[in-house]
Antibody
Framework: EVSVVESGGGLVQPGGSLRLSCAAF????????MNWVRQAPGKGLEWVAN????????YYADSVKGRFTISRDNAKNSLFLTMNSLRVEDTAVYYC????????WGQGTLVTVSS | DIQMTQSPSPLSASVGDRLTITCRAS??????LAWYQQKPGKVPRLLIY???SLESGVPSRFSGSGSGTDFTLTISSLQPEDAATYYC?????????FGQGTRVELK
């Protein structure tokens, strides 16, 4: 069964940094695009970034371009999101998702940017 | 980037009604569209993929149609448990994008 577990969220001041991790289980991680999707409190889903199965292509939402970096370690079935220059508006639950569309969502990890 | 625009929110309907939610893409996305349902405090649930394929376990009252730029999600007979927010998502080319969501309320 496909499952993902996100971690690394927390409280950070504006301008700070965090690194999120996602551990993947139950599927051939090497064969799938992976994504970060976020949801701010009371708001809709926002796709943040994704990375091709072999890590040769990465894409970002305009709202995070230049500040966030997505990466993966296929040997460890792990996905990462390095977030720099964090802003109050980056406050959200961050989800790791698998493939082009997915029915396998973790519980997410909460990132709170506040002074 | 491709922009996805959904029906205005909220949509109000009664139990038993037929309800249609629309999603429009800013450019041709072929059939590469998914629909999700999200209830408060829960993670999204995949309903439809490839515009019209029903995900396993999803009730048959849900159906999807469309191709190109215009898509619809239809609930043939609205049930109380269908009160939720619905999102479309395109995956024809990265970056994938979501619509803004359509909240369905029961009258």
């Amino acid at each position: 069964e496909v499952s993902v577990v996100e971690s690394g969220g927390g409280l950070v001041q504006p301008g700070g940094s965090l690194r999120l991790s996602c551990a993947a289980f139950g599927f051939n991680f090497n064969n799938f695009w992976m994504n970060w999707v976020r949801q701010a409190p009371g708001k809709g889903l926002e796709w943040v970034a994704n990375i091709k199965d072999d890590a040769t292509e990465m894409y970002y939402a305009d709202s995070v371009k230049g500040r966030f970096t997505i990466s993966r370690d296929n040997a460890k079935n792990s996905l990462f999101l390095t977030m720099n220059s964090l802003r109050v508006e980056d406050t959200a639950v961050y989800y790791c998702t698998v493939g082009h569309y997915t029915n396998s969502w973790g519980q997410g990890t909460l990132v709170t940017v506040s002074s | 980037d491709i922009q996805m625009t959904q029906s205005p929110s909220p949509l109000s309907a009664s139990v038993g009604d037929r309800l249609t939610i629309t999603c429009r893409a800013s450019q041709d996305i072929s059939h590469y569209l998914a629909w999700y349902q999200q209830k408060p405090g829960k993670v999204p649930r995949l309903l439809i993929y490839d515009a019209s394929s029903l995900e396993s376990g999803v009730p048959s009252r849900f159906s999807g149609s469309g191709s190109g730029t215009d898509f619809t999600l239809t609930i043939s007979s609205l049930q109380p448990e269908d009160a939720a927010t619905y999102y479309c998502q395109q995956y024809t080319s990265a970056p994938w994008t979501f619509g803004q969501g359509t909240r369905v309320e029961l009258k």
